[in-house]
């Protein structure tokens, strides 16, 4: 089952819970709900909709799918569940055992539903939250909470800030012990169904009305998400929203050609590590729907001649629960070297070992000039990844002399000490391209 954020979780058991006393379906419109993240959860198959939009604004009749109710039932969270309740009950003590101090007009809150509750709290704090940052405020509002006045809005206060605490609540969402590593914003997940859809349509640009759908959808989402997104259309009229119908022809396939650009580009700005599926892409790394491709826990390896930092690299990334790609170990298939590359670089992060494989200089040089160089292979997979994952995802490392290319611009590059001080950066660079590292993991 695929993992979708916080957020949207919440969006869709709050629909769910509604749709249960609604008799199975009920229609939602601004400004209660907003449109972009309805449609991603539509997009993805958590429900079902019937368009019931006007010119007045977008409106839909949504009902659950089998896909929803699984999502819903499989990853309940006992962690989240529990915090949710204390958080309920806790809104409703505040009012049930609210008493105003005679002369002061302060509200205080006691009662034994109070103290029941704080006492559920303390509990809950000392199984799960010891190693938790609010561990120690919650235990103090606990043990001074039948002196101190402002004890329930503190551990109000407390458990708020537990809810938006993604990485605690998240602990019971890994299944099998295999990291669930997801894009955290659903506008990444439209815009690869919808530019995928863009494509489809130019596979066939004389289907007119299937442009003319994916034309009035895409307009309507990413009008106020994207900038400029109208700026250089045909037939744009922005007070309108691109309301425009009648569109076909030229007009057609010329707007959403570049509304397809625009929607590539801001995905690549915005979510770097995120790829899009295309035609000539290999298409085992990526997950059953969207075209999303796997934040999977596999790194490709650039190396030279020199085999013990190539295994020293590996074997670390081993230990820390990711599979090393070295392009020898893998099946040719019939394929060329630079169709390997293709095939075996859809990975979520590469590593590139600069080592002292080969030696040169200008050739105007003494011959005493000379020095070490990397193989020329590591240098144009080096680009090649830079170009094919973004710069953030392709980490360099140096291991001895050796004479770096000086046209790669902006790119850092690290040194491979014996102290293995290089780990730390590796770990550094790894999650900030989103990788869920453990430090202790990959330096031991």
């Known amino acids: 089952m695929t993992a979708i954020d916080t957020n949207l979780k919440k969006i869709l058991q709050k629909i769910y819970d509604e749709i249960a006393i609604n008799g199975g379906e009920i229609s939602v419109s601004s400004p209660e709900y907003k449109r972009t993240e309805i449609d991603a959860l539509i997009m993805r198959g958590f429900l079902s909709k019937i368009d019931a939009s006007t010119l007045e604004g977008w409106a839909y009749i949504l009902r659950p799918t089998y896909e929803g109710e699984q999502l819903l039932s499989d990853?309940?969270?006992?962690?989240?569940?529990?915090?949710?309740?204390?958080?309920?009950?806790?809104?409703?003590?505040?009012?049930?055992?609210?008493?105003?101090?005679?002369?002061?007009?302060?509200?205080?809150?006691?009662?034994?539903?109070?103290?029941?509750?704080?006492?559920?709290?303390?509990?809950?704090?000392?199984?799960?939250?010891?190693?938790?940052?609010?561990?120690?405020?919650?235990?103090?509002?606990?043990f001074h909470h039948q002196n101190k006045d402002s004890s329930y809005d503190d551990m109000m206060g407390h458990l708020r800030a537990l809810e938006a605490d993604e990485e605690f609540l998240g602990a019971s969402d890994n299944k099998n012990g295999e990291d669930r590593i997801m894009v955290n914003n659903s506008i990444a997940y439209m815009l690869i169904e919808d530019i995928n859809r863009c494509k489809k349509f130019f596979d066939n640009p004389n289907d007119e009305d299937y442009g003319r759908t994916i034309y009035d959808e895409i307009t309507g989402r990413y009008d106020l998400i994207?900038?400029?997104?109208?700026?250089?259309?045909?037939?744009?009229?922005?007070?309108?929203?691109?309301?425009?119908?009648?569109?076909?022809?030229?007009?057609?396939?010329?707007?959403?050609?570049?509304?397809?650009?625009?929607?590539?580009?801001?995905?690549?700005?915005?979510y770097p590590a995120v790829n899009i599926v295309g035609e000539n892409q290999p298409k085992d790394n990526s997950s059953e729907k969207g075209g999303v491709k796997k934040l999977s826990k596999e790194v490709f390896i650039v190396h030279g001649h020199d085999d013990a930092a190539k295994q020293e690299m590996a074997r670390t990334l081993e230990k820390a629960g990711f599979k090393a790609i070295i392009l020898h170990e893998q099946p040719d298939g019939g394929r060329t070297i630079i169709e390997k590359i293709e095939r075996f670089t859809n990975v979520a992060f590469a590593v590139v070992l600069y080592t002292e494989c080969d030696l040169g200089r200008a050739k105007e040089d003494n011959p005493d000039a000379e020095r070490y160089r990397?193989?020329?292979?590591?240098?144009?997979?080096?680009?090649?990844?830079?170009?094919?994952l973004g710069r953030n995802n392709v980490c360099a490392f140096v291991k001895g002399n050796v004479e770096t290319p000086g046209d790669i611009s902006g790119v850092v590059y690290t040194t491979m000490d014996v102290n293995g001080a290089w780990?730390?950066?590796?770990?550094?660079?790894?999650?900030?391209?989103g990788l869920n590292v453990d430090l202790n993991e990959l330096c031991r």
Do not use: C
């Open 75 to 142: 990853e309940k969270n006992p962690l989240r569940e529990k915090e949710e309740d204390l958080i309920r009950r806790g809104e409703d003590i505040g009012i049930k055992e609210a008493h105003t101090l005679v002369g002061n007009h302060k509200i205080l809150i006691s009662g034994p539903m109070y103290d029941k509750w704080m006492g559920e709290i303390n509990i809950f704090n000392e199984r799960h939250l010891k190693e938790n940052p609010l561990h120690n405020s919650i235990h103090s509002t606990y």
């Open 226 to 270: 994207i900038p400029d997104f109208g700026n250089g259309l045909y037939q744009y009229f922005s007070e309108q929203h691109f309301y425009d119908p009648d569109i076909s022809g030229n007009t057609l396939k010329f707007n959403l050609k570049k509304l397809m650009n625009k929607m590539e580009t801001y995905l690549a700005l915005k």
């Open 374 to 388: 990397a193989r020329q292979n590591v240098v144009f997979e080096h680009g090649y990844l830079i170009g094919k």
């Open 423 to 433: 780990k730390i950066q590796l770990a550094n660079n790894m999650k900030d391209a």
